[in-house]
């Protein structure tokens, strides 16, 4: 798909060069300016894509996923050099408006183009998430950008064509600009988030939700769930308390059947580190295991897991249920 992107993107950028050769409007040829970026940014991807299938190794042991944010903060700042281009170009025409020779026949290829860069945009968008690619999501809402631009273009130039009003054209071009402009820092933002690790919400939700699904009687609480993506990789960790009777092995045992229940969720992209610690006596209210030997109250509490208890810290849990208790 990156691959396909990028072929695909090269011959529209020709095309839209050809349709400003054609017209002279400095909206096409902001249309133009931002397909170039398209090009790069989906060269770009590739390399990351093909860098980050790349399984970890002594110098990267959590793999190489990262890169993809690298791609699409790279690709958001190439957008907004892109912005910049276009008001350069723009402005002198809403004061000095122009001509738009042949713009009949240019309007109808822009309209063409446009057909093509839709079926590009929501196929890789589509194909990004379903393999949890950011780099394939960036580049495919870049080409869809790319398309609402030369839809806004179809739009104000078939009007300049109606009224003869020729400094519509520097002003769409002008708007266009500012389009872009928060599309790429929308990309920039986010992919500061991934590489400075910000919390996900919906990712941990996705997780609190798997485990509590799957949930075994000597899984007493879970606290301390963490989780961050590197491109299609997700990496989970989080402290398990056991019961404190139980052997090493199997301890071992209960932690690898909820490794296993979370890499399998992900399709074999996730890594998994557990933390068990043994039972104390303050759990034994939310404890929904049977014939136990070391509890010294019985079961009370509401042991439903829930995505706020799965994050918590382990202190903050045990403090917030002394309160309760008094």
């Known amino acids: 798909m990156a691959l396909l992107s990028l072929i695909v993107g090269a011959a529209l950028m020709v095309a839209k060069f050809f349709i400003y050769r054609l017209t002279h409007s400095s909206a096409i040829l902001s249309d133009a300016l931002e397909s170039i970026i398209n090009v790069v940014a989906s060269g770009f991807a590739l390399i990351s ?3 980050a299938a790349k399984p970890p190794d002594k110098t990267h ?11 699409a903060g790279f690709e958001g700042a190439l957008i907004v050099l892109a912005a910049i281009g276009i008001f350069v170009a723009a402005v002198p025409r809403v004061f000095h408006p122009g001509g738009l020779p042949h713009l009949g026949s240019g309007l109808i290829f822009l309209a063409a183009v446009s057909v093509v860069n839709l079926m590009l945009a929501v ?18 809402k ?6 609402y631009t030369s839809g806004g273009v179809l739009v104000g130039l078939f009007l300049v064509k109606l009224t003869g009003w020729y400094r519509l054209d520097g002003i769409i071009a002008c708007l266009v600009g500012v389009h872009i402009l928060c ?35 000597a899984w007493i609480d879970i606290h301390q769930l963490r989780a961050w993506r ?4 997700v990496h989970v960790d989080f402290h398990l308390i056991l019961p404190q009777d139980y052997s090493l092995e199997a301890g071992h045992r209960e932690g690898k059947v909820l490794e296993e229940v979370i890499v399998d969720h992900f399709q074999g992209r ?4 557990i933390h068990t610690d043994p039972c104390e006596n303050g759990d034994c209210p939310i404890c929904s295991r049977a014939r136990c030997g070391l509890r010294s109250e019985e079961n009370v509490a509401d042991t439903t897991w829930s995505f706020e ?3 918590e810290q382990g202190e903050d849990k045990k403090r917030r249920r002394r309160i309760k208790k008094r």
Do not use: C
Not at 61 to 71: M, N, T, V
């Open 49 to 51: 894509i093909l860098i």
């Open 61 to 71: 042991p959590y793999g190489h996923g990262k890169i993809e944010y690298f791609s």
């Open 123 to 140: 196929g890789l968008i589509r194909v990004g998430r379903q393999t949890d690619s950011l780099t394939l999501v960036a580049d495919g």
């Open 142 to 147: 870049h080409v869809l950008t790319d398309v």
């Open 183 to 217: 599309s790429g820092w929308s990309l920039v933002r986010q992919s500061y988030t991934g590489l400075m690790d910000a919390s996900d919400p919906e990712l941990l939700r996705r997780i609190a939700d798997l485990i509590a699904r799957n949930r075994r009687p």
């Open 230 to 233: 590197a491109g299609s990789f």
């Open 270 to 273: 996730a890594s998994v580190l």
């Open 309 to 311: 208890s799965l994050i």
